[in-house]
């Protein structure tokens, strides 16, 4: 599997923790590096349903490649977010569709720390991800 070089760099870091608190440690890290959504961002239309938390995207397709702006106002879901924006920037619409989520989440280690209702709601965006590349 090709991996975007910031997705490997992720994988890289999360290898090397040691336990979950130096992993949740490292998720609210990433979750920092998120950049930080504007109040027009914020909109309904961008909200991501099917999340217990709020949860926003925004996605820009720029010569193929999707790129996307995720927030929320839960710490460890803007990590969880900002681990699945390193794995699916600049993927074609089929690549984005075809993306093993929870395969990315337990290579992280991360897969037992992922409640049902957080996995539901990850899959909510990566399934909104993919609806918004069908649709330009």
Avoid: I, Y
């Amino acid at each position: 599997m090709n991996l975007p070089l910031p997705a490997q760099h992720a994988l890289e870091s999360f290898e090397q923790a040691r336990g979950w608190e130096q992993r949740a440690r490292l998720l609210m890290q990433w979750g920092d590096r998120l950049e930080p959504l504007s109040e027009a961002d914020k909109a309904e239309s961008n909200r991501v349903h099917g999340c217990e938390s709020l949860v926003w995207l925004v996605a820009e397709q720029a010569d193929g490649q999707w790129h996307f702006k995720a927030g929320s106002d839960a710490r460890l879901l803007r990590g969880l977010l900002a681990l699945l924006l390193v794995r699916v920037q600049g993927l074609a619409s089929a690549e984005l569709a075809g993306l093993d989520l929870h395969g990315w989440f337990t290579q992280l280690g991360l897969e037992r720390q992922l409640s049902p209702s957080r996995s539901n709601g990850l899959h909510a965006v990566l399934l909104r991800m993919a609806e918004l590349a069908s649709t330009r």
